[in-house]
């Protein structure tokens, strides 16, 4: 994308994404979190204005503070309608959904989808990320892409280690399977003590606190008591949205979790948060 060109981009897009819409020097257009509505009239304003020679719809495949999934579907169904270059940033849904393909085969679009960007760094546990797309933009990425040409090429260390982590998340469906149970238990957990873990889908599970000063002092008292869940207040989060997100993982086992809840308890009541 270019100055030329106009990018769709849902409002709570992660930091990377808008700072990627920036550097583009094409048009950036908000559209509100999920709101199919508000992103096909928006679309159709682009359009219709005859002011870009191409635009793209971008998102997150899983949104990283909250949880929930992108509504892809009808994102598709939008871009279909209207011509629009489809992107998913897939970091937080790569190796989690879509038996570890992603968001994007989670729901059976993997040939509607333009891009896929995803990490290396998170559920794969190394360093490192990855654009899937058609062998055509592919190769035309290899010549374009300043980050791609002007930087050095993983260490045989990592590329060892991201094969390994590769083969293994295609082999076998046990980590998942642990982690989505994990998750779901951390969630119910927190649920029954009372706590808001707003609407996540995902292992992602935020625990809302509200005011920025309280939720860093919620931190600090959790980490203070053996659980180590950092704040996350504004600017990363809208004013006076602040949490601490809890990334639970296969490698956590119930009693460890359990042993957090008892934390997260007497915390929220010492606080009087509960």
Not at 145 to 172: E, K, Q, Y
Request: with cysteine; aromatic share 6%.
């Amino acid at each position: 994308m270019d100055k030329d060109d106009a990018i769709l981009s849902d409002e709570l897009n992660h930091a990377s994404i808008i700072d990627g819409c920036r550097l583009s020097k094409a048009k950036v257009i908000a559209y509100k979190h999920s709101d199919i509505a508000d992103l096909r009239a928006k679309a159709i304003l682009a359009k219709e204005s005859g002011l870009y020679k191409k635009i793209m719809v971008i998102t997150d495949g899983v949104f990283s503070m909250d949880g929930d999934i992108a509504k892809l579907p009808e994102i598709v169904e939008v871009a279909e309608e209207l011509d629009l270059i489809t992107y998913v940033d897939d970091a937080h849904g790569s190796g989690v959904l879509g038996a570890g393909v992603g968001t994007v085969k989670h729901f059976g679009l993997s040939d509607k989808i333009d891009f896929q960007m995803g990490t290396l760094s998170k559920a794969l546990g190394v360093i490192g990320g990855y654009v899937a797309g058609k062998k055509d933009l592919i190769d035309w990425l290899k010549v374009r892409s300043r980050p791609f040409l002007f930087s050095t090429a993983s260490t045989p260390g990592d590329v060892a280690a991201c094969i390994t982590a590769i083969d293994i998340l295609s082999n076998s469906t046990e980590l998942q399977k642990r982690l989505w149970e994990n998750g779901n238990y951390l969630k119910e957990g927190l649920k029954a003590l009372g706590f808001d873990i707003g609407a996540s889908q995902t292992p992602i599970t935020p625990c809302i606190i509200g005011e920025e000063k309280q939720t860093q002092e919620f931190s600090r008292k959790l980490y203070e008591n053996g659980v180590y869940a950092k704040a996350i207040i504004f600017p990363t989060v809208r004013k006076g949205m602040g949490r601490v997100r809890n990334m639970p993982t296969a490698a956590h086992t119930r009693e460890m979790l359990d042993k957090a809840l008892v934390i997260y308890k007497k915390v929220g009541l010492e606080m009087k948060i509960l």
